[in-house]
């Protein structure tokens, strides 16, 4: 009878983790179907850090508090050490995984690696507060291990695909696709709650002079540098993209045309102050022209203001070409 039941939560948890888009999903719908194949256990599922060097549990249950550390280091986990299940049938006299607590030990416990595609992505935990659970439960542990590891690595990988559409390769930026996805959102979302929206298409002065005195090279560095550049200097709600060759756009929601302003002359200023080497040589008097503008529209129900991402680009695309005629290192304001 439980073991009809385990199989059929076990095709539970293997749907839902198929349904998932990303890997935040998954931990959120992994929990309460792992929690019902191991009721009477206390354990936890622990996902490793983008630098391999953590895991963190992302789920954790059982009718007592948990009997590990929720953050530790793989080589805390014999699990890990291994490469393989370690189970300890008594902790009092076995070797316990240092990541278990000894102020609160179980009877039972047993950790089992979850590796897919030959990379470790975490483990599994189960602590038993009554002996000879092991025995019963471990075939099922490994099986739960090895699906939510398929799960994790194939979303790991969704991600990633995903992510290398919408960024630019070169400067790691958001790509004019993903602006052209999200710019449309942001303008209903303005008219939808009415506040401003602004925009700053920026271009590097004389970028071509620069290829040509220090090669191609020099210019790649140079735009490499801006893709670290621009993210530290906007907000989290704030998008940067590269636009195009040398041109680079910032989509700033809830910021008024004065706030716009200053934010590019922040920007104006601190490119100046850029101290970037290239081999023996330092790239001097780098410099940037601005166009800029904010959309408001004053009511939901005010169809005169509504304005399409298509007509934003080109308002600021011409503020921008405005700016580049009077000989560039400025900023053009639209309206001017």
């Not at 073991?3 to 935040?24: F, K, M, P, W």
């Not at 939808?192 to 920026?202: E, K, M, T, V």
């Not at 590019?264 to 023996?280: C, D, F, G, H, P």
Request: hydrophobic share 40%.
């Amino acid at each position: 009878m439980q073991s009809t039941l385990n199989i059929a939560v076990l095709e539970q948890l293997i749907d839902a983790l198929q349904a998932c888009y990303s890997r935040q999903e998954a931990y959120t719908a992994i929990k309460p179907l792992v929690q019902q194949l191991f009721p009477d256990e206390v354990g936890a599922i622990f996902v490793m850090n983008s630098s391999k060097n953590l895991l963190e549990a992302i789920a954790n249950w059982g009718p007592e508090p948990l009997t590990s550390d929720l953050i530790f280091t793989p080589h805390e986990c014999f699990a890990l050490r291994r490469g393989q299940v370690h189970a300890v049938e008594d902790t009092h006299c076995g070797l316990t995984c240092q990541h278990i607590r000894s102020h609160s030990l179980p009877v039972e416990t047993f950790c089992v690696p979850m590796v897919a595609h030959g990379e470790t992505l975490g483990v599994l935990y189960v602590g038993s507060l009554n002996r000879g659970k092991i025995a019963q439960t471990k075939q099922l542990a490994t099986r739960v291990a090895k699906h939510i590891s398929l799960a994790l690595a194939n979303l790991k990988l969704r991600e990633i695909i995903n992510n290398q559409s919408f960024r630019d390769p070169l400067t790691n930026l958001y790509n004019r696709y993903y602006l052209e996805e999200n710019l449309e959102r942001e303008i209903q979302r303005s008219e939808c709650h009415p506040q401003s929206l602004g925009i700053i298409l920026l271009a590097l002065d004389r970028f071509k002079d620069l290829n040509e005195t220090f090669g191609y090279a020099a210019g790649e560095l140079l735009l490499r540098e801006m893709g670290e550049f621009l993210p530290s200097r906007i907000r989290a709600s704030d998008i940067a993209c590269r636009y195009g060759g040398e041109e680079f756009l910032l989509l700033l929601p809830e910021a008024s045309l004065t706030v716009i302003r200053q934010r590019a002359e922040q920007l104006q200023t601190s490119v100046k102050n850029l101290s970037i080497r290239y081999q023996s040589q330092t790239l001097n008097s780098i410099t940037i022209s601005c166009g800029v503008a904010s959309f408001s529209k004053q009511s939901p129900k005010d169809k005169e203001h509504s304005i399409t991402g298509k007509v934003m680009i080109q308002t600021v695309r011409e503020a921008l070409e405005r700016a580049r005629e009077q000989g560039g290192d400025r900023i053009v304001v639209h309206p001017a």
